[in-house]
């Protein structure tokens, strides 16, 4: 059974850029739909990114342009580099696993509307104005 752990968040101010990482162990995560999505309490949870097995990538438009997900399968790890920062991306921040094909048909859309091979503890991000 996959599992994954995030790190890499933290305050930042308007304009700044972060990265995340998120490690996985007992499973190979080239052989899943990876990702990310964020979520504000009492709102409903966002996907923000995925990379599929043949490295597709996929944002929806929050992000896109400011926000990169990469993975590096030789350390197992998956990464999402988030630049030009701003308060209304103040979020926790989990990384999520799936089944492979939902990459192909849903994109970062995955994490939100099926259930999850594996999710991160989450890693806290605060952008302040």
Same mark, same amino acid.
């Given at each position: 059974?996959?599992?994954?752990?995030? =790190?890499? +968040?933290?305050?930042?101010?308007?304009? !700044? /850029?972060? %990265? #995340?990482?998120?490690? *996985?162990?007992?499973?190979?995560? !080239?052989? $899943?739909?990876? +990702?990310?999505? %964020?979520?504000?309490?009492?709102? !409903?949870? !966002?996907?923000?990114?995925?990379?599929? @097995? &043949? =490295?597709?990538?996929? $944002?929806?438009? /929050?992000?896109?342009?400011?926000?990169?997900?990469?993975? &590096?399968?030789?350390?197992?790890?998956?990464?999402?580099?988030?630049?030009? #920062?701003? @308060?209304?991306?103040?979020?926790? $921040?989990?990384? *999520?696993?799936? @089944?492979?094909?939902?990459?192909?048909?849903?994109?970062?859309?995955?994490?939100?509307?099926?259930? #999850? /091979?594996? %999710?991160?503890?989450?890693?806290?991000?605060?952008?302040?104005?």
């Amino acid at each position: 059974q996959i599992q994954l752990i995030e =790190s890499g +968040g933290g305050s930042v101010q308007s304009g !700044e /850029s972060l %990265r #995340l990482s998120c490690v *996985a162990s007992g499973g190979s995560l !080239e052989n $899943y739909c990876a +990702g990310w999505f %964020r979520q504000v309490p009492d709102k !409903e949870k !966002e996907g923000i990114a995925s990379i599929g @097995p &043949d =490295s597709e990538t996929s $944002y929806p438009d /929050s992000v896109k342009g400011r926000f990169t997900i990469s993975q &590096d399968n030789a350390d197992n790890t998956m990464y999402l580099q988030m630049d030009n #920062l701003n @308060p209304e991306d103040t979020a926790m $921040y989990y990384c *999520a696993a799936a @089944p492979r094909e939902f990459c192909a048909v849903m994109g970062w859309g995955t994490f939100t509307n099926v259930p #999850l /091979s594996a %999710r991160g503890q989450g890693t806290m991000v605060t952008v302040s104005s």
